[in-house]
């Protein structure tokens, strides 16, 4: 049983995140932080016309799902320099999550940073993934929000895991039901909203190559990951996957990877490098175990 010392040493990385987290939120409350401009989407998102603003590239565009910004509603009640510090916390609270000792060293990764700073939901996809291998409704997120890295669900299919997808698919559903219900015209205007950006370009640096190829290929990566038991492929495909891919979308993979490695046994950072370049690394694993 691990020792107060031990605990304390464990839990210093974690209290350093949130109080990092904290400080920056108290820095965009007074003005002085630069701009979150994807969490003023989010907040200019109303439930009046939420794709007011849908145009991938413009300004302050909204692009994710009804339930997405209705489920915002709440937060949105705030003023808007509250909001964002709110959105923040949530954020960094997930990398803290997520990435447990490892958070504190995430921060020091460009993308992690900027995604925070951005107000991006790419941290949460990452805690999304690690929790989903548990609790499979976590996937509704990803589903409801960037859709397209939902492509790592190929894992419970490839593994025959039917329950797991049967609740991922089904807690979507039932969200998307409830959603509908109470707005059906937001789904149709999302619908729209989708068909009106395919294939559009931005002037941001991006990932090469047309989505329905970046979608296949992650897929196909999730799929080999599955035969061969590598969890770390999940995210590394759903990534890939995301629709417009900025830098930041690196953030999904370390965040979701650092969360997987922490919570195998006997972990470490040589480990971490090993887990992803070598062949057999679950036997290499079981023989530093034993």
């Not at 003023?40 to 849908?54: E, G, I, M, Q």
Request: aromatic content about 12%; overall charge positive; glycine content about 8%.
């Amino acid at each position: 049983m691990p020792t107060t010392r031990e605990r304390l040493v464990r839990a210093a990385p974690v209290v350093a995140v949130l109080l990092v987290g904290i400080a920056y939120a108290a820095w965009q409350i007074t003005g002085g932080a630069p701009e979150s401009q994807d969490s003023k989407a989010y907040y200019l998102a109303s439930l009046d016309d939420p794709y007011a603003r849908s145009m991938v590239g413009g300004d302050y565009a909204y692009l994710y799902s009804p339930a997405f910004a209705q489920a915002l509603a709440p937060l949105r009640l705030l003023p808007i320099g509250w909001f964002v510090a709110a959105w923040t916390l949530v954020l960094v609270a997930a990398l803290a999550w997520t990435a447990r000792r490892l958070a504190l060293a995430l921060l020091l990764f460009q993308p992690v940073i900027a995604s925070i700073a951005l107000g991006n939901v790419e941290i949460l996809i990452g805690a999304a993934i690690v929790a989903g291998f548990r609790w499979p409704a976590a996937w509704a997120f990803v589903l409801l929000s960037k859709v397209t890295p939902g492509i790592g669900l190929v894992w419970f299919a490839v593994r025959r895991e039917w329950r797991s997808l049967a609740i991922a698919l089904g807690v979507t559903a039932a969200i998307v039901a409830v959603s509908f219900a109470l707005a059906p015209r937001f789904w149709f205007d999302w619908a729209d909203v989708l068909l009106k950006n395919r294939g559009t370009t931005v002037s941001l640096p991006v990932l090469p190559g047309p989505l329905w190829l970046r979608v296949v290929l992650g897929a196909a990566i999730v799929a080999w990951g599955a035969r061969s038991d590598r969890r770390w492929t999940v995210p590394v495909g759903a990534a890939i996957a995301v629709p417009v891919g900025w830098f930041t979308f690196t953030a999904i993979i370390a965040v979701a990877v650092a969360g997987l490695w922490v919570r195998t046994p006997g972990w470490s950072v040589r480990g971490l490098i090993l887990a992803i370049t070598h062949p057999n690394w679950r036997a290499w694993h079981r023989r530093v175990v034993a």
